[in-house]
């Protein structure tokens, strides 16, 4: 069993930046993939972005290469996503969430936090 916390959202401008956290508990966090999701009012939940295991891999959706990065530290028991260049249509629920392996689908992460608001405004 995983417990997942997500912190850190809030309201910013277009252009601004946020940084997201993530606190896990209960089983070895770093037995577990982690990814972070969004899903904006009337919308399906979509990917953002992986990271493995021991973080050495990651995958981004398209629209946010160049301007997210995921990180996690195991030893802190820690996700994050740092968000720059932000735009009206990041304005989401983002919601951490882990699976015992390394995808981008939704189905297949087991473990999901309650979601933080991003808010950004024109």
């Known amino acids: 069993q995983v417990q997942l916390v997500e912190s850190g959202g809030g309201l910013v401008q277009t252009g601004g930046s946020l940084r997201l956290s993530c606190a896990a508990s209960g089983r070895t966090f770093s037995s577990y993939g982690m990814g972070w999701f969004r899903q904006a009012p009337g919308k399906e939940r979509e990917f953002v972005a992986a990271?493995?295991?021991?973080?050495?891999?990651?995958t981004y959706a398209d629209f946010v290469k160049g301007r997210f990065t995921i990180s996690r530290s195991n030893r802190k028991n820690m996700l994050y996503l740092q968000m720059n260049s932000l735009l009206p249509e990041d304005t989401a629920v983002y919601f951490c969430?882990?699976?015992?392996?390394?995808?981008?689908?939704?189905?297949?992460?087991?473990?999901w936090g309650q979601g933080t608001q991003v808010t950004v405004s024109s």
């Open positions: 990271i493995s295991f021991a973080g050495g891999s990651t």
């Open positions: 969430a882990a699976t015992p392996g390394y995808t981008t689908s939704t189905a297949s992460y087991v473990y």
